[in-house]
């Protein structure tokens, strides 16, 4: 196409400059776009311009908390449209998280319809949802109308919209702040404000105020989420003294609050048998749960953490997710501290204080210089709204005086009104009015000229003199402006306090003690085992539950004496008859393939002592342990547990005196069983059987001759049973046992007609 030749040539355009110095200069433009219009809060109202731009269009469009919702899509549509030319979707976003309670600690924008879970899902399109303000926004706001700020041009310059907002609730440490610009970033953790208020109103007091001062009211993180801050407090203090740290958050273990509102701070939830549970009630902050299911659940498919079985989110309007363990034997606080080690129920919020001073300059910024500069930009506030309050007084004053002259000299007023031409002037150079003070009674009506009328404007004119006088005081005086400001800071804090709902502190701060050493005895993985113990001490163990009754090969000459069923994560009680416990984990059993291997390889076991009883441990049981003596006592199975391979010695034996029963006691039993070997029953309260570590034991029956032969426990209520004779399986069950129930240490009755001649009771 044919260019015109007084068309400037363009190639006269181009600068002769090395490439990196333009690339520079361009870069640093991005960058310093980035740092002052986007990615970094500004220190006085804690907001970046598309969240100060959100907040202005929803203003605008009167979405007060009094007023109904409208739709997010005109919100989004406004700001876009007037003032932020960026795309719908990154508004929007930023609108959204405005308004979720798990991402902001005190919401801007009350949300109506689907604004996204702590799952991570995202919110409904902004065609289906609608929002408005909260009355937090409000207070953040307040003051707009009143010349607090400067308003600029929006980006076309058809509009205005307000630097700042002038506000005195302290959002920028309420709420927090991420972001990334230019080689720098920032990022602010939200806080308590009845906390923010009380360490600025020490300031206010004595701006002198050291740092460990502040930090006695200023306790530190208050995550929307809640958890726990497990950091020391040294640690939070100088974080916050520096502006730069990490703070190390935990997710709550808790099944609920008291009657008081306080946590229930194990998070075990107790089940039947003896099994329990952990429950998580909140989880860190900005960790989404869905994710954390997702991790969890891997740590337990991958064998990660072979101590805990399952996982469960049953969670509805409040988080509660449950870690099922794979034995009630495992250590719960075990448990929780390979939680915080290999999933995100315990994450690091990493404390950078990095915002945009008054004169729009980043730096990193600890806690007390930050405060001290957003009461200087506060008290700045104040006095441009106190002059802007001076300079409408004045406005009013001038036409108040005015009318109080007109009704002075009305009949003059009226005359000149009636007679000349060009009343204005007339009754300027008469009575000394100004230009405003005349139209102003010329535009009077003349209802207003009753004598109730003038009566007010004079009350009017005294009471805005009187402010008038309390402002120029309060201008003149930093005192009053300080006590003014501590004034406003306590009525706020009224709507913040730690007795309400919205005001309650979420997050504790409390420290975490050392870190335990892992065990390994606890990551072990729980499978189902059957126990198989030789009459000559032969263990081995099969995998899965087997019939008991099941038959199994031996080495010649030997024969089955125990099979139990069990579980990995167990451990064995194996006693002798020399009264000597040791015990085994089920995890380092030999396998079934073969014959297994001699216990005695295992434990040191005397070559002349007997096997009496094989059985699993269970925490917090009892076993009843007796002697051919017919003495025995009741032991708890914690105290039976050795750490060693010599075992424990708990039943005091002496030549002729052998350990010959150990049975576990049910918790539901109330009474002992006892017959001998000259077929004497004797039964008495289980009360009368003492608990001891260790010793001889009490006299369960005498004889005159012969020895115990067996011992149980029981409940009387359900009466004593035992086996029939043959292969039938029948059993009988004699309920009336009054003759046989006496004291302890009685010779007994015969038994009842039927009872087996081997004198041995049912198990």
Same mark, same amino acid.
């Given at each position: ?221 208050? *995550? ?28 709550? *273990? ?37 994710? /954390? ?57 990493? /404390? ?89 009674? /010329? ?59 919205? &005001? ?49 090969? *031996? ?40 014959? &297994? ?167």
């Amino acid at each position: 196409m044919p260019t015109d030749l007084t068309d400037p040539d363009p190639f006269d355009a181009i600068i002769d400059a090395p490439f990196d110095a333009a690339l520079s200069e361009r870069y640093l433009v991005y960058a310093l776009s980035t740092i002052t219009a986007r990615s970094l809060p500004d220190l006085r109202d804690g907001l970046k311009p598309v969240h100060r731009r959100l907040l202005w269009a929803m203003r605008q469009l009167k979405l007060d908390p009094s007023q109904a919702f409208k739709k997010s899509a005109r919100v989004v549509g406004d700001v876009i449209g007037k003032y932020h030319p960026h795309g719908d979707a990154s508004v929007y976003d930023a609108m959204v998280r405005l308004a979720q309670d798990f991402a902001l600690r005190y919401p801007l924008v009350e949300g109506q319809g689907n604004f996204g879970n702590i799952d991570g899902d995202n919110a409904a399109a902004y065609r289906y949802t609608e929002a408005r303000m909260t009355k937090t926004a409000m207070h953040l706001m307040a003051g707009l109308d009143e010349g607090t700020v400067n308003f600029i041009p929006t980006y076309n310059g058809e509009e205005e919209e307000p630097e700042i907002f002038p506000g005195l609730f302290p959002n920028l440490l309420a709420n927090g702040a991420t972001g990334i610009a230019v080689g720098m970033a920032t990022s602010i953790p939200s806080h308590n404000v009845a906390e923010i208020l009380d360490a600025t109103l020490m300031l206010i007091d004595n701006p002198q105020t050291e740092h460990a001062e502040l930090m006695q009211v200023f306790h530190g993180p208050d *995550f929307p989420t809640g958890g726990i801050v497990v950091d020391s407090p040294q640690a939070i203090s100088t974080a916050y003294e520096q502006g730069k740290g990490a703070i190390r958050v935990r997710a709550r *273990f808790s099944t609920g609050r008291d009657e008081d509102g306080n946590w229930e701070a194990s998070g075990i939830e107790k089940l039947g048998g003896g099994q329990w549970q952990l429950v998580v009630s909140e989880i860190p902050y900005m960790v989404q749960k869905g994710k /954390l299911i997702e991790q969890l659940a891997s740590l337990i498919a991958d064998k990660k953490l072979p101590i805990l079985e399952d996982v469960r989110d049953e969670s509805d309007e409040q988080i509660r997710i449950v870690l099922v363990p794979k034995s009630r034997n495992v250590d719960p606080d075990l448990l929780k501290e390979s939680l915080y080690k290999l999933s995100d129920l315990e994450s690091r919020f990493g /404390l950078n204080l990095n915002v945009l001073d008054a004169q729009r300059t980043p730096g990193v910024l600890g806690l007390k210089p930050l405060l001290l500069q957003w009461v200087v930009a506060q008290i700045d506030i104040l006095q441009r709204r106190s002059q802007h309050r001076l300079d409408k007084i004045a406005a009013r004053l001038e036409l108040v005086e005015g009318y109080i002259t007109a009704y002075l000299n009305l009949d003059r007023v009226i005359e000149i009104i009636r007679t000349e031409d060009e009343p204005k002037p007339v009754m300027m150079a008469e009575f000394g009015l100004t230009d405003r003070q005349t139209e102003a009674i /010329l535009n009077m009506r003349l209802r207003s000229l009753r004598k109730l009328e003038e009566m007010e404007l004079r009350k009017e004119h005294a009471e805005l003199l009187k402010e008038q006088d309390e402002l120029n005081k309060l201008l003149e005086s930093p005192t009053r402006q300080r006590t003014r400001l501590k004034r406003d800071l306590a009525n706020l804090r009224k709507d913040y306090a730690e007795t309400t709902a919205l &005001g309650r502190r979420r997050t504790t701060i409390e420290e975490a003690a050392p870190t335990r050493e892992f065990s390994m005895d606890a990551m072990i993985e729980k499978a189902p085992l059957t126990v198989i113990l030789s009459a000559r001490g032969w263990i081995r163990a099969a995998s899965g539950h087997e019939p008991l009754d099941r038959e199994y090969k *031996f080495k010649e000459g030997d024969g089955p004496a125990f099979t139990l069923h069990a579980q990995t994560t167990d451990k064995l009680l194996i006693a002798c008859d020399n009264g000597r416990f040791y015990t085994l984990g089920c995890d380092k059993l030999p396998g079934a393939r073969g014959f &297994g291997e001699p216990l005695r390889s295992m434990v040191d076991i005397d070559a002349t002592a007997q096997i009496v009883a094989c059985l699993v441990y269970r925490p917090k049981a009892q076993l009843l342990l007796a002697a051919n003596t017919g003495r025995g006592f009741a032991a708890e199975a914690d105290e039976l547990l050795a750490e060693t391979r010599k075992g424990r010695g708990v039943m005091t034996t002496k030549e002729g005196v052998k350990l010959t029963v150990v049975r576990e006691i049910a918790e539901s039993h109330d009474h002992v069983a006892v017959i001998g070997e000259n077929r004497r029953l004797l039964i008495f309260s289980l009360s009368e059987l003492p608990v001891l570590a260790k010793g001889q034991g009490v006299t369960l029956q005498r004889y005159r001759d012969g020895a115990l032969s067996d011992v149980i426990t029981l409940r009387l209520e359900d009466g004593l049973s035992w086996a029939m004779g043959g292969d039938s399986g029948r059993t009988r069950t004699e309920k009336d046992l009054r003759q046989w129930k006496v004291a302890r240490g009685a010779a007994g009755s015969f038994p009842p007609q039927g009872f087996p001649r081997d004198n041995k009771f049912a198990i």
